[in-house]
């Protein structure tokens, strides 16, 4: 089995030896630089531009405004388009805006020979605006009266969707139930991959070509033409490899207004490279959402009814919208089934920095909110955290009629008792949460629900072309786009077993996308790709090998029933005899005089289904009352992804979302002015992501329930970490301190206040058992 | 590429005090990093810019005759964590700098621009403050030596007479300021690496010699006031007291009484208030343990 | 009115010289006059360790780092690394065979400093590496599998065992 196994990257050597092409390492020596003025007020319209110091200064081309732009909104959302007008991404931006709506809205360009000129260009414009107030906080921004960002939406609602099962008004009436409520909140934060969003985009033969640091190419095409009222055939995306994206390169980014920047200059190539403040501000950024939750228990533990208010802060522009909220709106009533819920779910306009896709899609967030309520459930009712939720959670059997999801196995208790196993939780919840001196010991958990793919809200499909080349070995392209997480070395090996080839090195996979060439796929989101390439690896495969034995039928004189190809040869089924090599068959094929073929495969395949993927995350904390810090000691999460395709890269992908997830649990957060509206954060210095010395080991396991639907036995992976950690930081602390805190991240400030608030901050300091 | 009107190399501190002459205007850059960000950020777009950064002579550790030790300004920090001097007789200011951003900006960033750049933040300052050392600035007139306090004049300002060519060219500890002395820092930052300080905390200590109370004690801050500062409040309690847990924790909250920290978006007052009484505590238990005593 | 001056400088061991803008960063001198694409932007701050080489043995961040500055020094970038047949030095190998790369983005800046990191031919805690591994960040590995291939690579040079990672586990 060649899916399975531990197997490094096929990019590894050239990552590891600096060779990978990024778009920048692709630049062509002429381009032109273009940079973009940004507003510097949190709302309001721009009355003019006054260019005219700008273009004295030597080497600026050409100075565009929000007044030269075609007068065509369009939509930024990497979704898959949908032909129905009603499930349509909202259009409301322009390639540059005369109405800014938030600090950081794009003004102007400077397009110039280089980048110091540029930059000087840029600074030397002025922008005289009319000021309208603004607003940043979600309920605050629904108000009657509040700034009208966008006149379509009053009251600033983007939109609202409720989920109802039963009567909760009805249900809480019953004797005896235990109300646990609760306020969660969640922070703006920020992608931060390490290469910064940037293109470059030139004419040729009259078609726009745009070479972009992006995870969806066939996407940004179609983007790209509504965008420029083009027609999407003289589009032409490439994909180099990428330095991370995490959703932010979910989305149109500046790839339109490069686009459209090079269709002004005459096609001469134009390059937009973000700054690491621009992509902080300018690109998108993961919704901060708040929840209220009330949740009714009986005395026995079981929940009897749950209502669940949502407040999505979407920022300026619509990006992926009401898409993020409603997903965990959804997911409450599946991750604990309960007889009544009332779910409401709002996604609110305000004047921050657009919010998009960012990994886990609204999960982190409301698995935040939702196993923070759990604990404080549990501790209610008096029960131990891990037995209320195995009393509560989703059960085996379990089938959701909206997605057609079924829970297979019996995954969450099985995580748990896993998870619960690794770090001795029975043991130290028995000893942890006693501390009375300075340094307190917590254990916490925390289980999210997520699932693969986005079917039946979009749809899901994945095509893949494959080329049997003469030594023997496949080539093979696809869509779905390679963005560090390993995507290309998982085909590699799916392809390899689908096939019969000796070795994922057998494989060559393309791992640069051009929408001229590249066979359609929508792209990198929603943990989709493996699984769903899955579905069109197997079927391309399948044709493949159909052409390969109906050619070796021809030269062996063996049935194509009676014959296989196992380790890169045609083989006799019956007796395992080797026929031919694959290369053999190649060479013959291609060179045959009288009947050449060369022979390829290609297929789309359309799924019309989904997998659940959860688990759960353990986490153990120090935490120093009196210097209000916290410190993750221990963190251990796992997963039921289905088989692991690659054991090595499948725990790589866990620390990856584990990282990120500490970050939004303890420290990370985009703040904001409350008299400007202006970031005051957007660095790598002040912006606390995760370094080096802020992690404990980060250990990943899993439990490999094949999932039935997927030909490989898989289902998502790459979002699911990101997902629990927060909350079981947040349980953890609890346990240590006694203190629950519902707002995140739980820095030193918060802690501070917190700590505070119960009262544990000042007998430190004349503590004499505190160290 | 940096927006830079001009870049003039001095190649000795002769030439860099004569190029300061010839271009008042010009911004003097040594490592860099604080220089180069902020040209970039736009605040120093179009300046000239002085580098002193090739001035080898400016690099190194060394005791002078009266075993003063002198830090030329140029020295990176991680020169100074690495150097034995520091080592021997005041490791806690290799510590201290040891903390500073990264690895790669200990190899760049210098102590002299640390100081230069009068910023409260610098984790060098607290400390350097708190061993009373001593500024050399070389200028037209010759050599100017003045206390670390009366280098800093208020926030971004320091005592730097551009009129005269002056560039910094040493920082000095004086013999009597080490001797027999032991100290801890402590920077309290939001993360454990690549941080500016929320607040930063050096306590020294020389001990009686039968190591049953304190001869003298000083403390300093960075962050808690516009500029780097001493906490004489606390300091008188400490000073000639025994050790006791009863003094320390005196001796911690009368930081209070010194310090002026202000609410920002970075932290707030209250918080570096609270911060403060216990950095105090922590620094001066560890650095009465490391002067060999004992707290009772 | 620009300004230019040539810099010599030693490069991946070979000397070297070039008319050079005043005004340019080390990483532009590296990347637009010598073509060495392993030196990564990532902030041009110095906050994010991708534009990572070695001068003189230590590690800088050569966005602000001025080209200037270069003259008479030796530099080093991953290109150097690798043998005349491309053959990988045990570090590149090790972050391959650790998982230690994913985007790619940082891992040149990272490989650099552990050069100066395993050259000092010291052994170093898990503690101690970390901390000076500190000066790069990475947001897709969680740093987990970097340290490991660092601190295989070290034990492996040290002529020892490497010994297993120990998770904390606080009785």
Known sequence: MIVGRRETRVDGYDKATGRTKYY?????????????????????????????????????????????????????????????????????????????????????????????????????????????????????????????????????????????????????????????????????????????????????NGRIVVVASTQIPHIIRRIVGQALCRPWGDIEIIKPYIGGGFGNKQDALYEPLCAWCTTQVGGRPVRIDCSREETFVSNRVRHAIRYHIVTWVRKDGKIAARKVDVFSNQGAYASHGHSIAAKGLNAFPQHYPCPVYEGNAWTVYTNRPAAGAMRGYGMPQASFADEANIDDCAIAVGMDPMEFRRLNIMPKGFHDNFSGNTNYYDTYRECMAKGAEIIDYERKRREYGHDTGNIRRGIGLATFWYNTAVYPISLETSSNRMQLNLDGTVTMQCGETEIGQGADTAYAQMTAQAIGLKSYKDVHVISCQDTDITPTGTGAYASRQTYVVGFSIRQTADLLRE??????????????????????????????????????????????????????????????????????????????????????????????????????????????????????????????????????????LDYKLSTFMDHPHLEGYFIENPEPTSPFGTKSLGEPPACSPAAAIRNAILNATGVAINRIPINPHVLFAELSKAGLIHDCWLDKEGK | MYDMKALYEAESVQHAVQLRLEHPEAQIIAGGSDVLVQMREGKRAGKELISIYMIDAMRGVSLDEDENIRIGSLTSFSHITRDPIIQKYINVLGEAVDQVGSPQIRNIGTIGGNTCNGVTSADSASTLHAWEAIVELTGVNGIRRIPIKDFYIKAGVVDIRADEGEIQTAILIPKASYENTFGHYIKYGMRNAMEIASLGCSVNVRLSADKQTIDRCRIAYGVAGPVPMRAPSAEAVANGSAMTEEMVNEFALSVLSDINPRDSWRASKAFRQHIAVEMARRALIESIHRAGGEIK | MSQYKVVHCNINGKDVEKVVDVRASLTDMLRNEYHLTSVKKGCEVGECGACNVLIDGEAFNSCIYLAVWAEGKHIRTLEGLEGPNGELSDIQQAFIDETAIQCGFCTPGFIMTAVEILETGKEYTDEELRKLLSGHLCRCTGYENILRAVRKTMYKRLGKEVPAVSIQNPQ
């Not at chain 1, 000129?117 to 940043?136: D, H, I, M, S, W």
């Not at chain 1, 910064?196 to 985009?201: D, I, L, P």
């Not at chain 1, 210097?627 to 090595?648: E, Y």
Request: one cysteine or more; aromatic letters at 8%.
């Open chain 1, 24 to 204: 920048e390492d692709r630049m062509p020596a002429n381009a032109l630089y273009v940079r973009i003025k940004h507003s510097e007020i949190a709302h309001g319209f721009v009355k003019s531009v006054d260019a005219s110091a700008a273009e004295k200064i030597p080497g600026v081309v050409k100075v565009l405004t929000c007044f030269d732009v075609p007068d065509i909104p369009f939509a930024t959302a990497g979704h898959p388009w949908s032909m129905d007008p009603g499930h349509q991404d909202t259009a409301d931006r322009h390639l540059l805006n005369q109405h800014v709506r938030y600090w950081g809205d794009d003004v102007a360009v400077v397009i110039a020979e280089n980048e110091v000129a540029a930059n000087q260009g840029v600074r030397a414009l002025k922008v005289e605006y009319e000021e309208l107030p603004f607003v940043l906080d979600v309920q605050k921004a629904m108000e009657d009266g509040a700034p009208q960002i966008h006149d379509e939406f009053p009251n600033n609602i983007l939109k609202h969707t409720t989920n109802i099962k039963g009567n909760y008004e009805e249900a809480i009436k019953e004797e005896g139930l235990i109300k646990v409520e609760g306020w969660y909140e969640t922070p703006t934060v920020q992608h931060a991959h390490i290469e910064n969003h940037g293109c470059f985009a030139y004419m040729e």
């Open chain 1, 547 to 684: 052409k390969i034995l109906k050619y070796a039928s021809d030269l062996t004189r063996q049935a194509v029933y009676n014959m296989d190809i196992v380790d890169g040869n045609i083989i006799r089924k019956e007796d395992k005899l080797v026929l031919m090599s694959l290369k053999e068959l190649a060479m013959t094929a291609q060179y045959n005089p009288v009947h050449s073929e060369h022979i390829t495969a290609e297929s789309t395949y359309t799924i019309r289904n989904n997998a659940y993927s959860f688990g759960c995350t353990f986490v153990e904390v120090e935490v120093d009352i009196a210097m209000c810090k916290a410190q993750v000691t221990r963190i251990v999460n796992v997963h039921d992804c289905g088989k692991v395709i690659n054991p090595a890269l499948a725990e790589a992908q866990v620390h990856g979302g584990q990282s990120m997830a500490i970050g939004f649990g303890l420290s990370e957060q985009l703040i904001f002015d409350e008299k400007t509206g202006k970031p005051l954060n957007n660095n790598l």
